[in-house]
């Protein structure tokens, strides 16, 4: 009994081979570990039947039987990972057209932020990217802003309901200025940087206003830096970023933080000056705020006033990019319709 029991256990086994490299599908292959290895299958008869053996006949036997059954396993095994990769490759259908997947376009205020921060690149300003979250020490008091500014009443100001901290109660930024004062802070003179970002005002939403609107923050400090060089860089800014022929204009205004202050209009970019809708007929339009550092600005960052001198100026992103790209109202910029958006700056 046990010469025959080998003997049927190595046919078996052969057999087993041929069955198994001549099967078709999963299914096949599944049915075929049935009826090879189950508990019905011959490999089972002969472990029952191993019983009536002696102790080196079971041995022998026994050796056979695992040899067997990892044989024809490995065999199953691999043929299933063959199918199976074989019938992955067969669903694929060259032929069938590919769903044409849309481009994206990157969003006219971030192409803009983007513009903008190139042009100050190249005059070797470095980009410093502030808090969005503030206190009224960095964006009022430290920025010469009084206490009994308009400005800082909870109607102008989104003011968070924290608890106050070591510099007064915390608010989301209403400009980007706070940033100069933490860079002055922490950075010796001479330095120059630009701060875009995020600012938060609770305006009412119109063609020209949003609660939420980007900034870019710029300001420079050195020992001989006057109103010259601050004309000469809005001049670059402004002919890189609306064309080389544009005019500038410096008017006369104030800002708690800068000292002398002006408002910087550019000549209309559709009348050149003559006078149309866009620039309601005067030939001009506003673009931005700058002025020459306050010496209060300074020493509030332990900058002495008496050996340094800055300039700083400030512009809102979305009027900029409504000027370049004749975009006629501010929410076109926020309703997220790609119909309006892809047609600037597709990808």
Not at 139 to 161: G, M, W
Not at 164 to 169: D, F, L, T, V
Request: charged letters at 25%; hydrophobic letters at 40%; glycine letters at 8%.
């Amino acid at each position: 009994m046990h010469t025959g029991m080998k003997e049927r256990l190595i046919k078996f086994t052969q057999e087993a081979q041929k069955r198994i490299a001549l099967a078709g599908g999963s299914e096949d292959l599944e049915q075929l570990r049935i009826e090879l290895l189950g508990r019905k299958s011959f490999l089972s008869e002969v472990s029952s039947a191993m019983r009536a053996l002696s102790g080196q006949e079971r041995a022998e036997v026994g050796k056979l039987l695992n040899d067997a059954k990892r044989t024809i396993a490995d065999l199953l095994a691999k043929k299933q990972e063959n199918a199976g990769a074989s019938a992955g490759g067969s669903s694929f259908d060259p032929t069938i057209p590919f769903p044409v997947q849309p481009n994206g376009s990157i969003h006219p205020v971030s192409a803009m932020i983007a513009s903008i921060c190139a042009v100050f690149k190249e005059l070797r300003f470095m980009i410093y990217e502030g808090n969005e979250i503030e206190d009224e020490y960095h964006n009022f008091e430290a920025l010469n802003i009084a206490k009994d500014h308009p400005s800082r009443e909870d109607f102008d100001t989104f003011f968070l309901q924290l608890p106050e901290g070591p510099r007064g109660k915390y608010l989301l930024r209403s400009h980007t200025s706070p940033s100069q004062i933490r860079v002055m802070q922490k950075h010796k003179p001479p330095f120059a940087f630009i701060v875009p970002g995020k600012v938060y005002r609770p305006d009412a939403v119109d063609a020209s206003h949003s609660y939420v609107f980007h900034q870019i923050e710029g300001f420079a400090v050195d020992t001989a830096i006057n109103f010259s060089h601050l004309k000469g860089i809005l001049y670059h800014f402004a002919q890189k970023t609306f064309g080389s022929d544009v005019a500038l204009r410096f008017r006369p205004s104030f800002f708690p933080f800068t000292e002398p202050s002006a408002e910087v209009d550019i000549s209309c970019i559709v009348c050149k000056g003559k006078g149309c809708s866009l620039c309601s007929r005067k030939g001009w339009l506003e673009v931005l705020g700058c002025g020459m550092i306050h010496p209060h600005v300074l020493s509030s960052c332990n900058v002495d006033p008496t050996r340094y001198q800055g300039f700083a100026f400030g512009m809102g992103v979305e009027r900029i990019a409504l000027l370049k790209l004749g975009i006629p109202d501010i929410r076109l910029l926020f309703e997220n319709d790609e119909r309006f958006l892809k047609q600037f700056y597709e990808i």
